[in-house]
């Protein structure tokens, strides 16, 4: 596979440089940011959300969660729940489920960012594909996106306690 002619066509059309790698499939971030021999602080997961109704993109280092009531404060939304399989087909029908690219220009969709991956020089993220990633200055992807930067994003419980995990987001 490669990347999706419409992710493609869009990152043409705005000029962004970025390079592709191609990987074995993965289906998790953490796992994607495995294969492809990249740190998950680099490596930008895409949350897809429902705010209020709208779809909205939260995009945040692979091995972070989303805490849904910080990024509900952040957003200013009355409710926020995550999507579902069948939303995210609707969605983005150019993409595999669970792959979409966290280009909310593209999709005419809000773009949030945690801003410890807003901090990474480059990150790398799905091209609409388990095999195909995208590789781009972290700065090239806010000039297109536009996203709204803050906190939402919190280390998983069962390293909550891992004091090493911590260190590597002070």
């Given amino acids: 596979m490669s990347v999706q002619p419409e992710v493609r066509d869009w990152l043409e059309h705005v000029h962004v440089p970025y390079t592709v790698l191609a990987h074995p499939p993965a289906f998790t971030a953490q796992e994607e940011a495995e294969v492809t021999h990249v740190s998950g602080r680099d490596w930008a997961k895409t949350v897809v959300c429902f705010a209020d109704g709208e779809p909205i993109l939260a995009v945040l280092p692979a091995p972070l969660v989303i805490n849904v009531e910080k990024i509900r404060t952040l957003i200013g939304a009355k409710r926020i729940r995550l999507a579902n399989e069948a939303e995210m087909a609707r969605l983005y029908p150019d993409c595999e489920v669970g792959a979409a690219p966290p280009l909310g220009p593209l999709y005419k969709q809000r773009v949030f960012v945690d801003r410890r991956l807003a901090q990474e020089s480059e990150i790398v993220f799905n091209a609409g594909t388990h095999t195909d990633a995208i590789r781009m200055?972290?700065?090239?992807?806010?000039?297109?996106?536009?996203?709204?930067?803050?906190?939402?994003g919190d280390l998983p419980k069962s390293a909550s306690s891992d004091r090493d995990g911590e260190a590597l987001w002070i």
């Fill in 137 to 152: 200055s972290y700065q090239a992807f806010a000039d297109v996106a536009h996203p709204v930067v803050g906190e939402f």
